[in-house]
């Protein structure tokens, strides 16, 4: 059975990684490929998460059912409690971008770093991750590096200084068990920091896609 799969972006760099670790991990799922990068923009302007921005979250996920896909997958890192209310009461896998990467990273050990280059995610996928941490009765001690120059320079087109204000950063996470990469958009770099670190360094996307690929199975 082939399964149309709706990904969710609210900046066009997270496309090429998820649609890269797709073609890695399930390449016969069809893909389906909703933007509005205007959702990032908006919420940089407006310093939270309005209600406004939720109902869009919502509009999207039900945008996506109306299409017939068995499964959503949200490539945004800012928007949790969005996507939370997105999937309520869903009946297929509806998938917040980090999540399976938390879950990857919190079996690695207790010091886990996160390497970010889009500041207005890392408070709620802090808290994200320690909410899981209690679930699951780990103790974890989580550093986060954000590197914003990095996002404005893949922005620009220029991949390679992104890459490397990365890798340049994930120095100060050297002493970490596993580091995360925290955006989509920032999976392209996993060479390059991983040269840096000794540790695992897991990406979303691959983590995602393994993911929601065994959830869809099982609910198909």
């Avoid at 090429?16 to 016969?28: L, Q």
């Avoid at 994200?128 to 009765?137: K, N, V, Y």
């Amino acid at each position: 059975m082939v399964h149309r799969i709706a990904l969710i972006h609210a900046v066009r760099v997270a496309i090429p990684p998820v649609e890269e670790a797709f073609a890695r991990h399930w390449p016969e799922a069809t893909r389906m490929n909703l933007l509005d990068d205007s959702l990032s923009r908006d919420r940089t302007r407006d310093g939270e998460l309005t209600a406004a921005m939720v109902r869009r979250f919502v509009a999207l996920a039900d945008y996506a059912l109306a299409t017939g896909a068995s499964g959503i997958l949200y490539t945004c890192s800012a928007f949790g409690p969005a996507i939370e209310a997105a999937r309520d009461g869903k009946a297929v896998p509806v998938l917040k971008p980090n999540e399976a990467m938390f879950r990857d990273a919190l079996g690695r050990g207790r010091r886990l770093g996160l390497l970010a280059t889009f500041a207005p995610s890392v408070p709620s996928m802090e808290e994200e991750l320690r909410a899981m941490a209690r679930e699951t009765a780990r103790n974890v001690e989580l550093r986060s590096v954000c590197v914003p120059e990095a996002m404005a320079a893949l922005d620009a087109g220029d991949g390679a200084r992104h890459d490397q204000l990365l890798g340049d950063a994930a120095t100060q996470l050297a002493d970490c068990d596993a580091v995360m990469l925290a955006q989509f958009s920032t999976a392209r770099a996993q060479a390059t920091v991983a040269a840096v670190l000794a540790c695992p360094v897991l990406t979303s996307p691959d983590s995602a896609v393994l993911w929601l690929r065994g959830a869809v199975a099982r609910a198909s």
